[in-house]
C-alpha cells in the first residue's frame, strides 16, 4: 500500500513534467476539459430557460445534485481515470514492462497518464457546487457541514471503484473498453439528474446493485430535506463512507482477478 | 538488500532453474460468424535447465518458438502452468515485486524510457522507485554513462535519441540498481554496426567485472558468438539443443559464406573443404563449415589468387536451426546436451 | 471509368476495417444504449414539465433521443472518423506518400468516411434506435416517402459532418498537435448539432444561431425531416448548400497545405 503510494506519486509526478513539455497543448486541452464538461450544465440552463421544476426540483438543487456529481467523478477521473486505457496495454504489450517493476501494479497503471488538464472538470463543477451553496435553502447544521467533504469524497471513492472494475474487466475484453464509459461518463451524466426523473427500476438499480446513488442522491435528499428516493430511511446519507470501502474492496478483488487471469494467460 | 541472504536454496550453480516448465494458452479460434473454437497451444512444453550465476546464455529459436513466453516466466509477468520455476531462489510469479529488486530487464523494441522527458529523468525514477542507495546510483550511473557513452545524450530527451542511443540509455536503465540477472529480448535488433559492437562490449564487460548473469535472446548469431559461452534452442515449446556455439554449428552443419573480390574472373577457387556456390565475374561465394577458422582459409586464397576484397557472412539462425532438423530427423531432445 | 469503382473499394475499405472490431462494436452498442436510456428520462421530465417544447409531444422527443444515439458515431459527431487517421497522417508525414496516388486526397478519405459512417450505422446505430423504439413510446411515420426522404438528409449529413471533419484535419498541417483541436471540434460538435438538447429548445438568439449553423445539418435537420416538422427540400437544400460550401473550403485549404508539402519535400 505505501509503496503502491510512492510508486503513484513517483509515476504521476513524471507525467506532470512530461505534459509541461508542451504547455500550449496544455493550455488548450485544460479549457476544452472545462468546456466540454461543462456542457451538460449549459444544456441544464437552457432546460431551465423554458421550465422552473423539472422532476419537481428547482435549479439551484439539480445544480447542486450537479455540482456533487461532478466534482466526485472529476477527483476519481483526476487520480486514476486512465485507467480506462488499460486494454490498450494489454493489446500492445506494454502491461508487461509495468510487472517488471517492484511496484504495485494497479499503482503503476493508476498512475499511468495522469493529466492535470483534468482539473478543468473538478473546477467546472466546484464552479457550479458554490453557485448552489449560495442559492440552495439549507438548514446547516454541525453535522450537515462535516457531511459535505464527506459525500464529496465518497463519491470520489466510488467513482474509483468503477474505474477499477471497469479496467479488470479489459483484461478480459480488451477492445470492450467503452462499456465502462457507460457507467463512469454514464453513471455521472445520470447524477446530474434528480432521482424522481428515472424509472424506479433504474433508481433501485443504481442503488443495490450499482451503488452511484451514493455518491449524490441519498446525501443529497438528507441535506435538502426532501423525501430520500426509494422511502428508505434519511439515515442512508451517512452509509456513504461505508458504501466506497466495500465498493473499493471488492473492486480490488475484481483487479487482483484480471491480473491473475492476464498472468496465465498471457497477451 | 537482505534478501540475498534469506534464499538459502539457490546456490550459484543452479542460480536460475527451470524443471519441466509449462505454459499452456487456451486460444479461442473464430470458426463461423458467432461459432468459436477453443484450442489449446502449449508455448513452453516441458522445458528443464539450470543456469549458473555469472553464466551469459543466449536463448535463440524461431519466432514463436516459446522464447519471449519463457523469459515472461523468468521475469514474473506470466505463471506457468506446470513445473518448477526460480530466480535467485525467489519463485518469480509469486514473489513478483521481491523478485524486481534483483533483475534487469530489458526489452529490444520497447522503450521504457520517458519519451518527452530528458534521458536522466528516467534514470532519477529507477534511483527512487528501486530506493538505489544515493553513493550507489552514482557510481552505477557514472560507469555505465562512461561505457555506453551516454553523457552527452543524459539532457536529449529520449524521442530525439536513435535507435541505437536509446537501446544503450534502456540497458543503462535496466542495471541501476545492480540487479544479479540480466534479461535482454534482441538487444541489437536494428541497431548500425558501430552501435551492435558498442552494446556486445558493454555487456562482456559487465558480465567480467560485476559477475551478472545475462540471458539473451537474438535472432543474431554474432550477438551468440561474441557474448555467450552457451547456447539453448527452443523450438514448438521444447530445449533442442543446450551447449556451446561450435556444437551448435557442427550438429546443424551450418556454414559460413566467404565472398572474394578478385582482381580478375579467374576459374573457380580451389580451397577445400571450402567450396564455390557461386561465381559472378570476379566476385566467387565460398562455402565452408562454421567451425572452420576463416584466416586460414583467407591466407591460403590471398596466397594463391589475385584477392582484391572479402568479406564473411554468418549463418542466419533459423538457416542454421532449419539444418539442425534436417540432420536430427525428429530432433526432440536428442542434440540435448550435445556438448557443454 | 474505373475511378467510380475506386472509391467504391475505398469506401468497402472503411466499411470492412470497422467492421473487424466486433467486440468494441457490441461496447458502443451497450453504451450508446445506456446513454438513451439516461437522456430519455430526462426528456421525458422536461416534456412532462412543458408539453409541446420545441414544437414536439413527447413521443416525438423520445424519438429524438434515439435517432441521436443511432446517428452519434455514424456521424462522428463528436469527431473520431477517418480524421483521427488522417491527422496521424500529416502529423508523421506519411500524407506525402498519399499525394502520390493516382487519386483525388479529398474523395478518397470521403469515400473512407462514407464507408465507416455505413458500418456504425447499421453496427452501432440500429439496435439502440430499435431497442428505443420497442421500449418507449415512440413516433415514427408509416409512409415510405418519409423514411426514403430521412435517408437523403442522413447521407447529406453524412457530407457535411466529413466536410466539417475534413477541414478541421487539415488545421494540423499548420498546427502539428492537433488534441486541442479535437477537443474544440468535439465541444462544437455535441452542443451545436442538438446533441445535448434539440436545437428547437434553445432560447431566442442562441437558438436561431445555432439552427443555421452547419451542425444542426448532422442530427436536428434528419431528426425533423423523420418527425415531419420540417419540409425535405428546403432541408436539403440547407444541407447541400453547406456540404459543397465545406468541401470546397476544404479543397482551397488543401491546395494551399499540399502545396507547403510539396515546397517542404514531405
Redesign the interface.
Known sequence: MVDGLRAYRLIGAMWIRSTMAYRASFAMTTIANFAVTGLDFVAILLMFSRIDVLGGWPLPEVAFLYGLSCVAFGLADLAIGSMERLGQRVRDGTLDTLLVRPAPVLAQVAADRFALRRLGRITQGALVLGYALGTVDIAWTPLKVLLMPVIVLSGAGIFCAVFVAGAAFQFVAQDASEVQNAFTYGGTTMLQYPPTVFGKELVRGVTFLLPLSFVNWLPAAYLLGRPVPLGLPRWVAFVSPLVAVACCALSGLAWRAGLRSYRSTGS | MDNDLVDSDCTDTDFIELDHVE?V??VRKKTGFLRRERRQVR?VDGISFTVARGEMVGYIGPNGAGKS?TI?ML?????P?GGRLRVAGIDP?RE???L??R?G?V?GQ?T?L????PLI?SYK?MH???RIPDARYRENLDRCVELLELGELLDV?VRQLSLGQRMRGDIAAALLHDPEVLYLDEPTIGLDVISKAKVRGFLRELNAERGTTVLLTTHDLQDIEQLCSRVMVIDHGRLMYDGALAGLHEVGESERTLVVDLERETAPIDAAPARVVKVEGPRQWLAFPAGESAAALVARIAAEYPLVDLSVREPDIEAVIAKMYAGTGTGSGQAEKAAS | MGSGRLYAAVAMGGFRRYATYRAATAAGVFTNTVFGLILVYTYLALWDQKPHLGGYDQAQAVTYVWLGQALLSTLAIGGSGVEVELMERIRTGDIAIDLYRPADLQLWWLAADLGRALFQLLGRGVIPFAFGALVFPVALPRDWGSWAAFTVAVLLGMAVSFGIRYLVALLTFWLMDGTGMTHMTMLAGFFCSGMVLPLNVFPGALGDVVRDLPWSALLQKPADVLLGEADPWSTFAFQGAWAVALLVAGRMVQSVATRRVVVQGG
Open positions: 505454459k494458452f487456451d508455448a513466453t515472461k521475469t514474473g509477468i506470466l505463471t502452468s510469479s513478483r515485486t521481491r524486481a529488486h533483475i530487464v526489452f520497447r521504457t520517458w519519451w518527452d522527458l529523468d525514477l527512487r522507485m528501486y530527451p
